[in-house]
């Protein structure tokens, strides 16, 4: 199995940034793919970006230029930078991994609040 552990998030003004972790441990070899979910209240869980074990991208086009996800094996844990953070991206951000490629986990959820 796979645990997630996430730290970040909190409360920006419109215009600022903030860095999300998440690190993984137990069976990270196993791991396929690792990203970020969010939700805020009222709206279904939405995909703001994830990143493949083969090294590929996938950002949701509401965020595209703003934030980034970065991966680093070595430590086992997945990053989103956030800027330019605006009031819709309020929202409880979520880490996600996928593995032996039919397993899902989540992570407990951060809050993210930005605002106006």
């Known amino acids: 199995q796979v645990q997630l552990v996430e730290s970040g998030g909190g409360l920006v003004q419109a215009g600022g940034s903030l860095r999300l972790s998440c690190a993984a441990s137990g069976s990270i070899f196993s791991i396929n793919a690792m990203g970020w979910y969010r939700q805020a209240p009222g709206n279904p869980r939405e995909l703001v970006a994830i990143?493949?074990?083969?090294?590929?991208?996938n950002i949701a086009d509401s965020v595209k230029g703003r934030f980034t996800i970065s991966s680093d094996n070595a430590k086992n844990t997945v990053t989103l930078q956030m800027h330019s953070l605006k009031p819709e991206d309020t929202a409880v951000y979520y880490c996600?991994?996928?593995?032996?490629?039919?397993?899902?986990?989540w992570g407990q959820g951060t809050q993210v609040t930005v605002s106006s």
């Open positions: 996600y991994a996928r593995y032996t490629l039919v397993r899902d986990v």
């Open positions: 990143t493949s074990s083969g090294g590929r991208t």
